[in-house]
């Protein structure tokens, strides 16, 4: 399947995407403070599902058939990304923020590449592990690394945080095999794939939640704006994003935004929270620009004749 090149419409996405992943972790902590977090993720994917139903049927897109050969592929590879990108990782990261520095969490994000440029380079034909790209996501990896720094490997004092660490990287495998399984789904309205999707991650949280956790009891106010949050947000504006993204320029590209997350992490406690920039912002942000720059293909001057 061939991609083509990211536009100015397609980088703005990949920004947007970074900005909403970004925010998600500060809500997530916010929302633990009224939820248990199979319960978060049950409603933000609920609340999500829901949003993207109403508007693949009022748009008149509907969900994919299940007559065809093809068509039952799509919900297959919906069912994926439901399990890979929402139920999975949301459910690991928001019990692994209980115990792990932030900082952690933010830098098992930049893992995402280290994943996806194996697998597309094998799976996805013309998709390939470049010498660029290489470079590229080593150069963004050493950024956000530097931006974060040494307090990333803290310890928390939690008694479980080696395995709340563990759930943070494999929250991490989780997205780059949602990447890829979208890649490879036979083409369908980006609205009904993302809705069927969030659907059947609903399907899967819910009475997971109620099972576990049972129903919350007066969460207040602020979690449950957190909560909303990142049902319409970090869930569903970004899971259309995601698909958009994967399937018009490809795979490798998209985990870009991974190396975004916490330079607009770090950006949104500064005007939001009042925290004070770290000293390391922009020779971090320096190298994560630079990583996507070289990271990108040089563009083939046309020759005239």
């Known amino acids: 399947m061939s991609t083509s090149q990211p536009g100015p419409v397609i980088w703005g996405l990949l920004v947007l995407l970074g900005l909403l992943w970004g925010a998600s972790f500060p809500a997530v ?3 633990l403070g009224g939820f248990g977090p199979f319960t978060i993720v049950a409603l933000r994917v609920s609340l999500a599902a829901v949003t993207l139903l109403i508007l693949a049927f009022g748009l008149g897109y509907g969900l994919p058939g299940v007559r ?3 068509e039952r592929r799509i919900w297959l590879h919906a069912a994926g990304v439901a399990i890979f990108f929402n139920a ?5 990261l928001s019990w692994g923020q209980k115990y792990v520095t932030s900082g952690y969490a933010g830098i098992t994000m930049a893992v995402v590449p280290l994943f ?3 697998l597309a380079h094998f799976m996805v034909p013309g998709d390939t592990m470049s010498r660029r790209k290489v470079i590229g996501f080593v150069l963004g990896f050493a950024g956000v690394v530097v931006l974060i720094g040494p307090d990333a490997f803290t310890s928390s004092g939690a008694e479980v945080e080696n395995l709340a660490r563990l759930a943070c990287l494999l929250a991490t495998a989780g997205y780059a095999i949602a990447n890829i399984i979208t890649r490879l ?9 993302s809705a069927a999707a969030l659907s059947i991650a609903s399907l899967i949280m819910l009475p997971l ?3 576990i956790e049972g129903l919350p009891e007066a969460p207040g106010t602020a979690p449950v704006l957190a909560v909303i ?3 319409l947000g970090p869930t ?3 899971t259309l994003i995601l698909v958009r993204i994967i399937t018009t320029v490809g795979s490798t590209f998209l985990v870009l935004v991974n190396y975004q997350v916490p330079i607009w992490a770090a950006l949104m406690g500064v005007f939001f929270l009042s925290e004070n920039l770290p000293p390391q912002f922009i020779a971090a942000l320096g190298l994560i620009l630079l990583g996507l720059a070289v990271s990108q293909p040089r563009r083939r001057r046309r020759v005239s004749p």
Do not use: I, K
């Open 88 to 92: 999975m990782p949301f459910t690991l």
């Open 236 to 238: 569903a504006l970004a």
């Open 229 to 231: 949050y990142l049902g």
């Open 29 to 31: 902590s916010v929302a």
């Open 116 to 118: 996806v440029l194996p």
């Open 68 to 70: 065809s050969p093809t």
């Open 185 to 193: 789904a036979p083409p369908c309205p980006q609205l009904s794939f």
């Open 209 to 211: 939640a109620l099972l």
